[in-house]
């Protein structure tokens, strides 16, 4: 395993619809975020903090637009009250594409395992968020699912990655 | 100072959060307020400025005090770099947590000069009621993004808190913009 690719990452995005992306970039991203700033059709916003990306997103999604956040696992455990308050609780479908920061090194069997590794998974499952893998290019159906759960359901929905992008 | 501003708006998304969600209702009942009560403590604005990068036609009004305001100091910065001409933020500065119980905040804090610090180009501090109904016309029409101070004393007691469920404030602001339900 080795990641997507940023380009293919970033032209499912644009097929799906999405009008905006609000990206906090890590290390593990900094392909796709790159790749996100050459798209003609999607608008990057990059806060300070992850709870403000929600809540901006939030922001997007009532003024009418489709929009789609990119943080790390830290980030998602910074902005729990935002993502309760801007998205499980009023209903908005916002779409996370979640770096894991900590799988490669503890898939690998590194030490130490850095302790954003275990909580990752069940964080969001405390948050009741429906998610997938993206680990490689053959998963990148994952965000359509995700997406159409989102909508389907009106709440947040995750897609959870491990090995970061390739350019 | 909400009265007047209640007087003068028109079609203007007006986004309240904490005490102003208690008394922005004693003086408004329109189609475009939004309550923002629990949606994320500190990120009132954040959600404004979403909103008006996705309505650039329309004025996009937050009201939210100094308290929130220390929950998410970035979001200055943020409205520094993408803050849109429709936004415009009014800083309701009490130097207390009202809703709370008025424990106080930072008192040396410059609200300000943070805000010019963190690249917001139209800030300004508005001292008293008759400044305000001046400004106010300029304030709403005027492109921004701005972001006012204003130096607010609490004079009557805080009604209730009796807010609607959080799913339905959206759908009746987002009714009030014309955008159909997901």
Known sequence: ?167 | MLRVLAARRTDEVVITTMTATLQWPLVSSHPLDFDFLAFGMGHASDFGLGLALARPERKVVVLKGDGGLLMSLGSLVTMGRYGPPNLLVLLLENRSYEMTGGQPIAPKADFVALARAAGIDKVERIEDLGAFERELPSLLTEPGPRFVVLPVINSEPLPPVAHTDHTERVVRLRRGLGISPP
């Open chain 1, 1 to 167: 395993m080795n990641g997507a690719s940023a380009a293919r990452t970033v032209a499912l995005i644009e097929d799906l619809g999405f009008t905006d992306v609000v990206s906090i970039p890590d290390g593990e991203s900094r392909h796709l975020h790159r790749a996100l700033l050459e798209s003609p059709e999607i608008e990057v916003y990059s806060p300070t903090r992850e709870g403000e990306g929600i809540a901006l997103a939030a922001g997007l999604w009532v003024g009418g637009r489709k929009p789609f956040i990119i943080l790390q696992n830290t980030g998602l455990m910074e902005a729990g009250d935002a993502l309760r308050g801007c998205g499980i609780g009023p209903s908005i479908p916002l779409l996370l594409l979640v770096g894991w920061r900590g799988y490669p090194g503890a898939m690998s069997g590194a030490l130490p395992v850095d302790s954003a590794f275990p909580y990752t998974e069940p964080l969001i499952r405390a948050w009741e968020l429906p998610h997938r893998r993206l680990m490689s290019d053959d998963d990148l159906g994952v965000i359509g699912e995700m997406a159409a759960v989102a909508e389907g359901t009106s709440k947040p929905a995750a897609v959870v990655y491990g090995y970061g992008f390739t350019p």
